[in-house]
Nanobody, 122 residues
Framework: QVQLVESGGGLAQPGGSLGLSCAAS????????MGWYRQAPGKQRELVAI???????NYAHSVKGRFAISRDNAKNTVLLQMNSLKPEDTAVYYC????????????????WGQGTQVSVSS
């Protein structure tokens, strides 16, 4: 099994910054894509940003230029730096990872963290 543990988040004022961290542990051979998703009250979960094993990134239009995703493959961690925060960024943020587990046998699965609250308010 694989576990994703998130940290960071909290309360920020509009225009402020917060950072999120997610560490994966368990039966990991390698991690393909890692990413962050968010879910605001009454809304569906949406993609925020993803990063591939070789560092390729993709962002939601709403956060492009304000958020930055990065990863440390040696530590199986993914970070999300959030700048110029807006009230509409308020949501529960979830870490996601596509993991290849093994050996001796190998299998792929996607895992989610437990979620961390980000609130942006004056």
């Amino acid at each position: 099994q694989v576990q994703l543990v998130e940290s960071g988040g909290g309360l920020a004022q509009p225009g402020g910054s917060l950072g999120l961290s997610c560490a994966a542990s368990g039966k990991i051979w390698k991690i393909n894509v890692m990413g962050w998703y968010r879910q605001a009250p009454g809304k569906q979960r949406e993609l925020v940003a993803i990063i591939t094993e070789d560092g390729g990134t993709n962002y939601a239009h709403s956060v492009k230029g304000r958020f930055a995703i990065s990863r440390d493959n040696a530590k199986n961690t993914v970070l999300l730096q959030m700048n110029s925060l807006k009230p509409e960024d308020t949501a529960v943020y979830y870490c996601n990872a596509g993991v290849l587990s093994g050996p001796p046998r190998y299998w792929s699965s996607a895992y989610w963290g437990q979620g961390t609250q980000v609130s942006v308010s004056s």
